[in-house]
Each structure stands twice: as C-alpha cells, then as structure tokens.
C-alpha cells in the first residue's frame, strides 16, 4: 500500500506550527518559488520509485491566488497530489472556498456550498 505524506507551502510564519502535526513545511515568500516547489512536488508525486509522495499540498491563499491560469491548470491536472489553498496568518480572502466552490459544482453539477 503507498503512503503519501501532506505539504504545506507558504510563508514561515503561516506554516511552520504544521510540522507539528507531521506535515512537510515548505518556507516560500514569493509566488516564483511556490510554483516551482509545487513542480517539484508534484513530480516526485508522480515519479514511481520515488521515496516521497504528496496525497495533499495545502498553499496559503496569499500564495495560490497568484499562482498563474497556465501553471494551475499543470499542476491539477492529474488526482495527485491535490493542490488545496488554505487561509494563511494574515486572514482568509476567500480564494479556497471560491476555486472549492467552483471545484464542486464541476463534480456534482450544482453549487451545493452556498
């Protein structure tokens, strides 16, 4: 049975109480690197012999929001790893609920989240 481990990327101070909890932290203060760790990330996910594989990768919303229409679409394309955006320390603007909204009314036909 494989085991896959979560992420979290986003700034320090948003993410590092998660390594308490048994998450992957990754420090990212601009949106270039956060792309590029999610790259990184998600083809290591899916590399067949590779020691480290992420079932989820939770991004602050500060973060996700920004990340580009083209890269997103890479980067979900596939189940795994799920590519979540989380509120981060500064507040909640409403970018999850909104992608998660938009996620569920493409599955089940209807927005059930109102």
Do not use: W
């Not at 998450?23 to 990330?41: G, Q, R, T, W």
Request: charged letters at 30%; a positive charge; proline letters at 3%.
């Amino acid at each position: 049975m494989k085991k896959y481990n979560i992420a979290i990327i986003g700034s320090k101070e948003a993410i590092i109480g998660f390594k308490a909890i048994g998450f992957d932290i990754f420090d990212c203060s601009n949106i270039k690197e956060a792309v590029e760790k999610l790259y990184i990330l998600r083809k290591q996910t899916l590399t067949e012999h590779s020691e480290k594989k992420y079932g989820i990768i939770f991004i602050t919303e500060d973060l996700a929001k920004n990340i580009p229409v083209d890269d997103y679409k890479k980067l979900t394309e596939s189940a795994l790893p799920a590519i979540i955006a989380i509120p981060s320390h500064k507040g909640a603007t409403g970018f999850g609920l909104t992608r998660l909204k938009r996620i569920v009314e493409r599955a089940v036909g209807s927005d059930i989240l109102k």
